[in-house]
């Protein structure tokens, strides 16, 4: 009794290699540290952060003093403090790749590397 066809090793072995080289693409492109943190308040660019610097240092932006940022030593950056009600972007943690990004969406604040 057969179950798989000539026909259906070669439609895997096309998924094999279309899902590996997605994979390869993907970690080549979003796999790099970032060099910079551009935080957004209302759709608006209002402070970009080197992070390559080596400094630990927790700042906020005059648009919203009540949110905190932590730059780390190792290139990272986090919200350290928010008075939202949920807290949802402090859990998001650090942020270090070329394509993170995490979000206060009470403050309508919005950080991306």
Same mark, same amino acid.
């Given at each position: 009794?057969?179950?798989?066809?000539?026909? !259906?090793?070669?439609?895997?072995?096309?998924?094999?290699?279309?899902?590996?080289?997605?994979?390869?693409?993907?970690? !080549?492109?979003?796999?790099?540290?970032?060099?910079?943190?551009?935080?957004?308040?209302?759709?608006? *660019?209002?402070?970009?952060?080197?992070?390559?610097?080596?400094?630990?240092?927790?700042?906020?932006? %005059?648009? %919203?003093?009540?949110?905190?940022?932590? *730059?780390?030593?190792?290139?990272?950056?986090?919200?350290?403090?928010?008075?939202?009600?949920?807290?949802?972007?402090?859990?998001?943690?650090?942020?270090?790749?070329?394509?993170?990004?995490?979000?206060? *969406?009470?403050? *309508?604040?919005?950080?991306?590397?």
């Amino acid at each position: 009794m057969k179950y798989a066809k000539k026909t !259906d090793g070669i439609i895997i072995a096309i998924l094999v290699v279309t899902v590996l080289s997605g994979l390869f693409l993907f970690s !080549d492109a979003y796999g790099q540290t970032g060099t910079f943190a551009e935080i957004y308040y209302r759709s608006e *660019l209002v402070k970009t952060v080197e992070l390559n610097t080596g400094m630990e240092e927790k700042f906020s932006i %005059e648009q %919203e003093p009540n949110v905190i940022f932590h *730059l780390h030593g190792d290139g990272s950056i986090s919200f350290a403090q928010s008075d939202c009600p949920d807290k949802i972007c402090i859990q998001s943690g650090k942020l270090h790749l070329a394509g993170h990004h995490a979000a206060c *969406l009470p403050n *309508l604040l919005y950080v991306k590397i």
